[in-house]
């Protein structure tokens, strides 16, 4: 079975600074895709991000970097200088490129992310 | 528009009605996906289309729940006699074949059982 852990219900973050937004995950695929999503109050879900557990390189989508350590299970995500418009619920999300299960996505359960001017 | 449309976006029944929601994928989108979010929560995986196949259904999907996909176009979720922890966002994403993985969300539709 896979698990998203995000253990950040909400943060404050002031206009302009980096924020990190947690997650850590649990599989026994040995290959399997991370992805990071934004819902904002509207409800629709943004795809943000995507890493491949092969992927040499740490992905990179304009302001957002996805900081993916493999031994610790971790994939934070790093918005750069943030914006009000950031403000945001974001998800992490898994899905598991082999193996057995169901070939949707696992969600943890979101950071509410509150920009302050 | 050549996004995920879903119909309709808001859904108020009484507990017992049957109800049926429409997702309209992105048209060279082979995969479909349903999900349901819970107030506060991420979304759930419900089920999955490859084309018209249903290859997947999540233990959430009890027997009161249907979905089919005709022709491997759009799809359809029915609900049949709801109850009141029915109420929550219905969301359909959709997928193009490997090597591609982001999934593409609709709208959702949002259901509320009184």
């Known amino acids: 079975a896979q698990k998203i852990t995000q253990t950040q219900p909400g943060m404050f973050v002031q206009e302009k600074e980096a924020v990190t937004l947690d997650c850590t995950y649990d599989?026994?695929?040995?290959?399997?895709?991370l992805f990071w999503y934004k819902q904002p109050s509207s409800g629709e879900m943004i795809f943000l991000i995507y890493q491949g557990s092969y992927d040499q390189q740490n992905a990179t989508e304009g302001r957002y970097s996805l900081n993916f350590q493999k031994a610790r299970k971790s994939a934070n995500l790093v918005i750069s200088a943030s914006q009000l418009g950031d403000s945001a619920m974001y998800f992490c999300?898994?899905?598991?490129?082999?193996?057995?299960?169901?070939?949707?996505?696992?969600f943890g359960k979101g950071t509410h992310l509150i920009i302050q001017p | 528009d050549t996004g995920v449309s879903q119909d309709p976006r808001h859904k108020i029944t009484k507990r017992g009605q049957n109800v049926t929601f429409r997702c309209d994928p992105i048209s060279e989108h082979n995969r479909l996906y349903w999900y349901r979010q819970t107030l506060g929560q991420g979304p759930e995986f419900l089920t999955y289309?490859?084309?018209?196949?249903?290859?997947?259904k999540s233990r959430l999907l009890s027997d009161r729940f249907s979905a089919e996909r005709p022709k491997g176009s759009f799809s359809t979720l029915e609900i049949q006699r709801t109850e009141q922890g029915d109420s929550a966002m219905y969301l359909c994403a959709t997928l193009r074949e490997p090597p591609y993985n982001e999934q593409f969300f609709g709208p959702g539709t949002r259901l509320t059982v009184l």
């Open positions: 599989t026994s695929d040995p290959s399997y895709g």
């Open positions: 289309f490859q084309n018209e196949a249903q290859l997947e």
């Open positions: 999300a898994m899905r598991g490129v082999s193996g057995g299960g169901a070939d949707g996505l696992t």
